[in-house]
Nanobody, 122 residues
């Protein structure tokens, strides 16, 4: 059974940075493209970043492009989201997810973590 566990969330001041790891178990992470989503109160869940199987291809939402970086360490079965220059608008619950496909315009996510809260104070 695939399990994804996020960590690294917390409270940070505006302009600060956080790195969110997502550890996978019950699977070989390299078998799946990975993505990070976020959901703020009252808003829809937003895909913010995704990475293909080997890490060579990535996707970023316009809202985070240039500030967030997704990466993966398949040897550690872990995917990361490095978040820099954080602002209050980045406050949300962040989720990692495993997809069955990756193209620049399409991912299909089958497995989800429980989420980790990120709060950015102004």
């Amino acid at each position: 059974q695939v399990q994804l566990v996020e960590s690294g969330g917390g409270l940070v001041q505006a302009g600060g940075r956080l790195r969110l790891p997502c550890a996978a178990s019950g699977c070989t992470l390299s078998s799946f493209p990975q993505g990070w989503f976020r959901q703020a109160p009252g808003k829809e869940r937003e895909e913010v970043a995704a990475v293909a199987w080997s890490g060579g291809n990535t996707y970023y939402a316009d809202s985070v492009k240039g500030r967030f970086t997704i990466s993966r360490d398949n040897a550690k079965n872990t995917v990361y989201l490095q978040m820099n220059s954080l602002g209050p608008e980045d406050t949300a619950v962040y989720y990692c997810a495993a997809s069955r496909v990756f193209t620049p315009s399409k991912r299909v996510y089958d497995y989800w973590g429980q989420g980790t809260q990120v709060t950015v104070s102004s």
